[in-house]
């Protein structure tokens, strides 16, 4: 009972400067179990009175418990059968708080990242070619230890509700074209990667054969939105403005219970979809990947609790999805969700928070992927905004946004899995802003630089000096590069257009330096 009584007695102690701190029952169950399994060990009964919150363990015959008013109790052989008061939960909090830190930082150590897109443009080429000078770049040779490659899957008309591995046929030589990587190509990109030492990150990312799609529009060969698949509602412009709906027959939609196919086509679906994630997740753990997305910004398909606005939800077909991945893949499981999801109206993206914010505790992933940025400002912006300006916006995103995020999944890494901001002065306001305008140089507040370049630069500089100052709550940025310039073409329009790519523009030198301070960080 020494042992027993020893925590008590460190948890009551000099912790009355620390009594305003919250912690959930839930995590202190599990710091309990983690860190005394000699009292609290083994699978528990969970159970719940009018006044208790408790877990029975079995294999010790000890309760442990927390009454309505935040009271820790433990009753059991530990002490001798007799229920005895072990303080407050708020008095725990320091060390299940320091705990949870402890664990979020030995599953992710710091990742360095950066994305090199998918199958598309000048990637076509370069993952058949990989040149040595892409790893060349002092940022990527020095500075990198993640990179991340984005897997192509299709869901290719409404008329096919099966998702399917797409190859590029010889005939097809118009990279506009979007295509699933032959998967020698995988092989190659991801071998001489793993070669020079980097850690790999591969997500799967529902996508359309091609970015016009006007020919098929109100028919059933058009390739639906990635972002509205499972939606049960037809999109309409209520629901799904931000998303190209108007393409879309309501009569063909059979995500909609009320369709004739909606089961036959909901089952087919997913079955094939774990068909493909299973194929990709036997190649991961050939080729020693280190982490795999089942999915990227599919968040009408990716909800596991049913509300209002999705009465049908998708847990047990992903439940069954990451059971046969984990049964042949054992690196780190994660999903890019939207961060709109956590903003104040989720519902002006058609995405609805009670529906998706459990998502990854319901489907134990390793780590909680946020893709797109979160919003930094309400209105345009027309002038370039200081570091010390951005790292207040940055500031109240995380503490409005990342720290609840965090305290939702206690001891899971949370990274950026997906993220950029184009060279423009409004990125603040709109992330990709101006993408794919021709370059035009603009000096507005005459200091020699070129505004939009230096908001983009200033913008990632003051996110990494914020995630430094909330001690890097935010394991990894994963920052869209560019795709592998082995095509001069591609090259030449990467210098001549605005956009998110990174290289050789401010903003690299700016993640080559903080690359290279983290480098120091300890993990």
Known sequence: MYGLMKWIALALVAITPLSAIAITNASLFAWAAANLPQYFGG????GQTQEFDFRYYPGTGN?????????????GPATENVLYFAGTSASFAPYVEAWETSQVKSKLPLMRAMSIAGNWGSNVDGFKNFPEAFVQSPLISDNLNWIGIKLPIFNAS?????????????????????????????????????????KIYLSMVLSQPSSDQSSTCMTAQYGVDLHLLGDSQVPTAQ????????????????????????????????STYTQVAV????????????????????????????????????????SQMVSAVRRQYDGLLTYGQQSFIYWPHPEWWGLDNKASASLFKDLELDVVGISSAFPLVDSPVTNVLSVAQLEADWSAAFRNYIVPLQANNPTTPIIFSDIGFADSVNAPYAGVSQSGEAFVFSDANGNGLDDGMEQQANLVQALFNVNEKF?????????AWSQIDTNPGAALYDQTHRGIQLHGKLVEKVITDAYAHWKNVAP
Request: glycine share 6%; aromatic share 14%.
């Open 471 to 479: 001690d890097y709550l935010l394991r990894g940025v994963v920052l």
């Open 239 to 270: 629901n799904s403005s931000a998303w190209k709906y108007q393409c879309i027959d309501p009569a063909m939609w059979w995500w909609n219970p009320s369709h004739p196919s909606h089961s036959e086509n909901v089952a087919i679906f997913w």
């Open 158 to 198: 409404i008329a096919d509700p099966a998702v399917r591995i797409r190859y590029r046929p010889s005939s097809d030589t118009n990279y506009a074209n979007i295509y699933s990587f032959d998967d020698a190509d995988i092989v190659n990109a991801v071998t001489k990667l793993k070669q020079r030492g980097f």
């Open 279 to 318: 194929y990709y997740a036997k190649i991961a753990k050939q080729l020693g990947v280190d982490m795999l997305a089942l999915g990227e910004e599919t968040d009408r398909l990716f909800i596991t609790q049913s509300s209002a606005r999705f009465p049908n939800n998708y847990r047990n077909e992903l």
């Open 63 to 75: 309760y442990l418990g927390v009454d309505s008013d935040g009271g820790v109790y433990v009753l």
């Open 43 to 46: 699978t528990p009964i969970t």
